[in-house]
């Protein structure tokens, strides 16, 4: 991909600070400076001995967090059990890391239920393009498998996490964000987008249930620990994690699978649908937390399944992650073209050379040069790509072509996007937040398993097992 990539925890059950981690270890790097560091709402790259930022390691975190990459064996399998061609976001490495996605594609190859489960914490009227991606992906999973999926709107937490921030802001904001999300294409008969500081107000209640029984079989030292919590947390911070780990919960949203949502029984066959979650790396210490815990629920629940995305590097370059906060780090779903030709022009990091001559001679580093990673996450010509490189190295290719390329690119991408979100209405948007059941068809071709003993016969055929193995045992000890 280009971008020297962060880091993170563990899936081993085992508490691990984030507001402390490092990513990149002594080992790996004995001159750091300062060491990089992530949570789920901060994030900031390595520097060297010089104070030079450096770019995020994600095999560091990968490593740290006991991740799995993806491979080209897991590619090839969801290629041959799709029939889809993995998505250019999978094939150049930008989703590079996972937990149990062989898991999903086990479910989907027997024929059987699962959901998708994304999110977005709204700190601002509009997304930027790095917001989107984790959308275009599930999006197109959601196409892909044909399957449910629901979108957690995190008002509750940009409130309570966002000093300045005040509720009605926030739900507002609530508002905006989804219809982005919606303006990036779902189908409405197969999506759930919700706000939490809403729905958990009226038709949450066994979302809420399966909150506080979590909650009962979590620590207040288990959330210090993942999340770097201290004395002086509020306790709405504190409680806020149970929220963002049940959303994983098939229970949470009775309505999507027919049960009844008045109920104040939660159903045991509904609780055992599986979960899958596209997120950004940052976002894995919640399920880190929600997979260790899993047991604690009262119905057998299977750990959610993950697939990690590394961060769209910020406009000014290595080490760096575009902000809502920072306009000049990104580029806005609601900038003009006027905007973002300014912006990449002004703020795009360049891997050129200082002067024409030495370009020239010396050629360019597209591995550093921000136009040139957007080119590589948002234009789907493989062929293009691997020219515009070669002649950027060579230095036939000038700085100025690049971004020129980028600009056009970007344009294109925004100026859909937002003639697709003209459309998006109130009435629209209530539609995609109405608790509702959904529809989806699924894996069309199901390879189901072998059929099991039964009866009679099948007691036999243990008891003969059971028999031929004390034998075996008998004729050992004689021997």
Known sequence: MAEKPPAGPNDLGEPVSVAALSIADKATAPNAAAEQQIDPWSVSAATDEHGNILAFDYEAISRKWNTKLIDNALLQRFESLTGHKPHRWLRRGLFFSHRDLESILDVYERGETFFLYTGRGPSSSSMHIGHTIPFEFTKWLQDVFDVPLVIMLTDDEKFLFKEDLKLEEVIGFARDNAKDIIAVGFDVKKTFIYSDLEFLGTAGKHMLLNAWEFSKGITFNQVRGAFGFDGSTNT?????????????????????????????VRSKKTAAIPCLIPCAIDQDPYFRLLRDHTKSMSHKIPRPALIHSKFLTALQGAGGKMSASNPNSAIFMNDSAKGIKN????????????????????????DVDVAYQYLTYFSDDDEKLERLARDYRSGELLTGDMKKECITLLQEYVGSFQERRKAVSEEVLNEFMRPRRLEWGGNPNPKKPPPKEDGKAGKEGKKEKKEKAEGKKEQAKGE
């Open 236 to 264: 709405g911070r504190i409680f806020f994690p149970n929220l963002q780990c049940v959303a994983a919960y098939a229970t949470s949203y009775p309505f999507i699978w027919g049960d009844d949502p008045l109920s104040p």
């Open 343 to 366: 912006k990449i022009n002004k703020h795009a990091f360049s891997g050129g050379q200082e002067t024409l001559e030495l370009h020239r001679e010396k050629g360019g580093n597209p």
